[in-house]
């Protein structure tokens, strides 16, 4: 759906981005940065890498579950305030039965764990354990009080959500819904044993990182589904995804969305509140994080101190990034492999974004 020969359309500084692709290649790593604008590719450039490779996400993987969330309530088949546990009754047990769909999305359900973030994070692998802990699980936080980041449960929350609803595992219907109609042969919910070859293992800057790294390059890990954070996938399945969704839900005569379903996920909930999980001031949306200024506009920003407000997308513990600022029309993609430092990674992370603004200034 995407011409990816790189060409200069006016209103792009060439050397800007040259500059961006070189921060990206500075960083180290392997790496791919695909920047388009207007759905011209104006950067195309990876590192350390072919192309192909296809790169844990981390985080950058969350928008996919929402996104199948906000088709199903585009069609009717599951309401905003629908309680969990209306489609999903075995979670209504220890004070769950209120939280909503529209908790889930907004990360106000008042679970950003099951257990503790590392017991979490030892069974994300096991799909029948991470779901039975969140059965059995008592809100951290009152439902709806503030935003509390379900950095794992997200994807089991809502994963599990819309295999009842469908009967559809969720891996089933982000192929049916999302994946074959834009073409996304490059993007899996679970790396398939065919595809294994092409993987870029995760390496880790500094001990605690480098325990991360090696426990998510296990096989069994990136095979496995793990909603929130288990997508492997190239810088270029990602990009036309959110081309399509800067230019409206539609793409290539493709439409995912309609506009003013794309509205309500990109709407803010959360306004620069500091995150009562992870301490970090945050714009949410339904499903997405926002640009914009947040409390500290001295703090780096994975999406760029300067983009837009209405810009939308998700950072993957600043190692990989994917985000779209309509009102430069332009989608920026970078995925990295490495696993590093929080502050010093979202300041690189920020630097090659703030670049990539620069070079394409507002339309």
Partial sequence: MLDWSERDPAGVDRAGLERAAGLARARGGAGHLVVVRDGTVVLDRAHGCGPDALFWLFSVSKPFVALLVHRLIERGALGLDDPLAKHWPEFATNGKAAISV???????????????????????????????????????????????????????????????????????????????????????????????????????????????????????????????????????????????LVRGGDLGGVRLLRPETLALATTPTSDGTVDAHIGLPIRWSYGFQLGGPGLDPLRPRPMGRTI??????????????????????????YLTNLLGPRIAAATAQNTISEAVLAACPPV
């Fill in 308 to 333: 837009s407000g209405d810009a939308f997308g998700h950072n993957g513990s600043n190692v990989c990034v994917a985000w779209a600022d309509p009102a430069r029309r332009l989608v920026m993609v």
């Fill in 102 to 244: 529209r908790h889930v999305l907004q990360h106000r359900s008042g679970l950003p764990v099951a257990r503790s973030t590392v017991q979490d994070a030892l069974a994300m692998a096991d799909w029948n354990a991470s779901v039975r802990a969140l059965e059995l699980a008592r809100p951290r936080f009152e439902p709806g009080e503030g935003p509390a980041y379900q950095y794992i449960s997200f994807g089991f929350l809502l994963g599990e959500l819309v295999h009842r609803v469908t009967g559809a595992t969720v891996g089933e219907l982000l192929e049916a819904e999302i994946l074959r109609p834009l073409g996304m042969r490059d993007t899996f919910l679970g790396l398939p044993d065919a595809q294994w070859s092409r993987h870029v293992p995760v390496r880790g800057r500094g001990p605690g990182q480098q325990v991360a790294a090696a426990f998510i390059n296990r096989r069994a890990v990136r095979r496995a589904v793990i909603p929130a954070a288990g997508v492997s996938a190239t810088a270029r399945d990602l990009a036309v995804l959110y081309t399509l």
